[in-house]
């Protein structure tokens, strides 16, 4: 695991409880990913993504990566890895990495929803 302060944003396309949309992430490590390292997400147990294969395979719009990452999602420990993206390179602190995953439902209501957790792994 690398230590560091990441600040990120995750942003659905529909802001309507229960709607099947699709979620931008923008990740920005305050330090830097090493040659092989990969990104973690786990979302909230309030937010479903019932179609992991297609979510997984429609998974786009990969900004900022050296080299062009994949994802992969257990919806059994309710993460979202992204496996790749950083096989060309090292990269520096700082860099925002953005992404699209779709087919996520949203919560039943709109209150504020449980807190979605990032790291990193190299």
């Not at 923008?26 to 090493?34: G, S």
């Not at 979510?55 to 257990?74: A, E, L, M, R, Y």
């Not at 059994?76 to 995953?101: E, L, P």
Request: proline content about 7%; hydrophobic content about 30%; aromatic content about 12%.
């Amino acid at each position: 695991m690398t230590y560091g302060t990441i600040s990120a944003t995750v942003t659905p396309a529909i802001y309507t409880a229960y709607e099947n949309t699709i979620y931008t992430f923008a990740i920005t490590p305050q330090h830097r990913l090493e040659l092989n390292g990969i990104i973690v997400i786990e979302y909230p147990k309030n937010i479903t993504i019932p179609d992991s294969s297609f979510s997984q395979s429609q998974c786009k719009n990969f900004q900022g990566f050296p080299s062009t990452p994949t994802c992969v999602i257990d919806t059994n420990s309710r993460t979202i890895t992204i496996n790749n993206g950083f096989r060309a390179s090292v990269t520096r602190d700082g860099v925002t990495y953005k992404f699209t995953i779709p087919g996520v439902v949203n919560p039943l209501t709109l209150d504020p929803t449980q807190t979605f957790k990032f790291w990193t792994k190299t």
